[in-house]
């Protein structure tokens, strides 16, 4: 908390202990006293922290550190019925009035009002108050709401302990009387508003009000947009569902003992059903949990009880959910439920269809919201075309430099419109674009003039002959007395089939061993090449045959290995990774390396004569008759 402190001042903040639970804070200023006290209540595990301000040769105590300070909400306020008194009253009821927030005085800020409270911890907190208002009959209820609420209890309404710990809660339970919860989370306070009056407040008043009315215009252009709106709701969708893996990871915090108690009882959160005039929080939280099931899987754990078992998110290497992987399966699962029928968004194509235009122009306008221009990837994909090549291809290149810069001038301008700035009129555009390009070509002519070198032919020919040529890497033997293993995997077309082949070759680069097997299941690309390195190693392993260096052509799989002991990951790639660790105990000294693909033909030949195959093949002490010819070039080092 110290560190965490001294972040929020001026100074460095010391604390240190003096004996049990009590600790004295040392502050540099003044100032960072009054930002401390300010900024009440500070919290340690959702406990609360007690702060006291000490006299000279006081005595501190436990029992002096009884006070702190809340921002109080009171709720349900009649209209117009905020004022600075009531706001004074409010404190005195609750414990010792310190200030009220100006901005909630005003109707527009909000529906209730925000009152700095000094509270007595050994009390129970105030859950509301009757009240009579002028010009009103009868009497009215006010409802207090409290702003960064720590553990509280929902029996006795005393700050620092749940209701479960609570003394006379469980003094009455022990006797048989079933307890009411008088207290509850309904007396946590509501998240500060963003309305309008806030944007009114920080755009109006500094003479701009194009940014605030951009906002409301991008509004409405939105909501009557069902494609952009579509977007918007998937991105709330993976939002919510970050709210559904919270509870699902942490299922013994506050909110999700309240929903079980009130939703699913006897069940579990999984299968629980919306039920019969569900709250918005619970709708809301099904709705994050449908799309949360897309991505869950079980992880099945090392012992023989499923309560090992857990649910994690398989699309990310932690296991864990974030919004941004949320978001895209969101959008790849809408991109899959979407079709071109016209009764999908039946008020867009209502509103198009009524538009005062040509019929041509509609049905092109329709086509071009479903993708069904002539385009030339459209064309390869219906197999009428056999290049994308773009038809601009055939104008020449002053013309493509042309239509480029104009493309982008559009594109500039239309950013400007979106962004709050005046962008150009529209028969401006075309003089602009070539304007820019002439001076732009202008400028680089006459750099390339000045800086060009003239070199004569005799030059030139001695640089190319001194200019090394690159050859393409090629297979290394180990070092004397060691043996080295090559493995890959290959799939056919359809990506059903896959066969891996693994190769192990002495420092003369003659074959001890070869062998090919198929390989069954659904992998991604990286777990083709974890599964083909762990099935190679079990081999060796199995025909008790030393290996010293190990050469494979993912780079992804080789660092997932050499730094297995830096990374928690729990996917099925990392499981993989976790059982290659603990094979490769058996050759303490084996080394495991990345090479290109030039360098691994040998076992990439003979994985891709394997997919002829249906069955295991071993080859001891000679070399594998269809991939002979690589391996000679190989040992031609």
């Not at 309404?157 to 006379?168: M, Q």
């Not at 603990?582 to 000294?589: A, G, H, I």
Request: charged content about 20%.
């Amino acid at each position: 908390m110290g560190e965490f402190w001294s972040n929020k001042c001026r100074f460095a903040v010391m604390v240190s202990e003096m004996h049990s639970d009590l600790f004295l804070l040392t502050l540099a200023c003044a100032g960072d006293q009054r930002r401390i006290l300010s900024g009440e209540p500070w919290h340690f595990f959702n406990q609360l922290i007690l702060l006291h301000l000490p006299s000279s040769l006081q005595n501190v105590t436990k029992d002096d550190l009884c006070h702190v300070q809340f921002w109080v909400q009171t709720h349900r306020l009649p209209f117009l019925s905020k004022s600075r008194a009531l706001a004074k009253k409010v404190g005195e009821w609750i414990g010792e009035f310190i200030d009220v927030h100006g901005d909630s005085l005003h109707e527009g800020w909000g529906s209730f009002m925000r009152t700095r409270v000094r509270i007595d911890v050994n009390q129970p907190l105030m859950r509301g108050e009757m009240i009579t208002l002028p010009h009103v009959k009868d009497e009215h209820w006010l409802e207090f709401r409290y702003e960064n609420l720590p553990v509280f209890c929902f029996h006795c309404g005393k700050l620092g302990h749940p209701f479960e710990k609570c003394i006379s809660f469980m003094e009455m339970v022990d006797v048989g009387a079933d307890p009411d919860l008088e207290y509850g989370p309904q007396m946590i306070g509501d998240k500060l508003p963003t309305s309008g009056y806030d944007r009114y407040r920080s755009d109006f008043s500094k003479a701009n009000a194009y940014s605030f009315l951009t906002r409301l215009t991008r509004k409405s252009i939105v909501s009557s947009i069902p494609a952009l709106q579509s977007h918007r709701n998937l991105s709330i969708g993976a939002l919510l569902a970050k709210q559904t893996w919270r509870i699902l990871d942490t299922f013994d915090s506050l909110l999700g003992k309240v929903l079980k108690a009130r939703y699913f009882k006897n069940g579990d959160f999984i299968s629980a059903q919306k039920g019969i005039l569900p709250s918005l929080t619970w709708q809301s939280i099904c709705d994050g949990r449908d799309l949360l099931l897309k991505g869950l899987k079980w992880k099945i754990g090392n012992g023989p009880f499923p309560r090992e078992d857990k649910l994690i998110w398989h699309l990310s290497d932690t296991g864990f959910y974030t919004v941004k992987f949320g978001y895209h399966l969101a959008v790849s699962l809408d991109s899959i439920d979407e079709h071109s029928s016209s009764s999908s968004h039946r008020k867009w194509w209502n509103r198009l269809w009524t538009l005062r235009l040509p019929k041509k122009v509609k049905i092109f306008a329709w086509r071009f919201v479903d993708d069904a221009l002539p385009t030339s990837v459209n064309l390869v994909h219906r197999k009428i075309s056999p290049s994308t090549a773009c038809t601009l291809s055939a104008h020449n290149d002053a013309e493509l430099e042309m239509i480029t810069c104009l493309m982008w001038s559009i594109w500039s301008e239309r950013n400007k419109e979106i962004h709050g700035t005046k962008p150009k009129p529209a028969d401006l555009i075309c003089t602009f674009a070539t304007s820019y390009l002439d001076q732009y070509q202008k400028v680089t002519s006459i750099k390339a003039a000045s800086a060009a070198i003239f070199v004569d032919n005799s030059t030139t020919s001695i640089q190319q002959q001194n200019t090394p040529v690159r050859s393409s890497p090629s297979w290394q033997p180990p070092m004397v007395g060691c043996n080295k293993l090559n493995c890959d995997v290959a799939c056919d077309n359809e990506g059903a089939i896959l066969r891996f082949g693994a190769l192990i070759r002495d420092h003369n680069g003659d074959v001890i061993a070869g062998f090919s097997m198929p390989l069954r299941g659904c992998y991604s690309p990286k777990e083709m090449e974890a599964a083909t390195l762990f099935h190679s190693v079990q081999w060796a392993i199995q025909h008790q045959i030393p290996i010293h260096f190990i050469e494979i052509d993912s780079l992804l799989v080789a660092n997932a290995i050499n730094n297995m002991s830096f990374t928690s990951f729990i996917t099925p790639f990392h499981g993989l990774v976790v059982d290659i660790c603990y094979l490769l105990s058996y050759f303490p000294r084996a080394k495991v390396s990345h090479i290109k693909g030039d360098a691994n033909k040998a076992a990439h030949a003979l994985a891709k004569f394997a997919l002829r195959l249906d069955e295991d093949i071993s080859w001891l002490g000679e070399i594998p008759s269809p991939i002979f010819y690589v391996v000679i070039r190989d040992a031609q080092f």
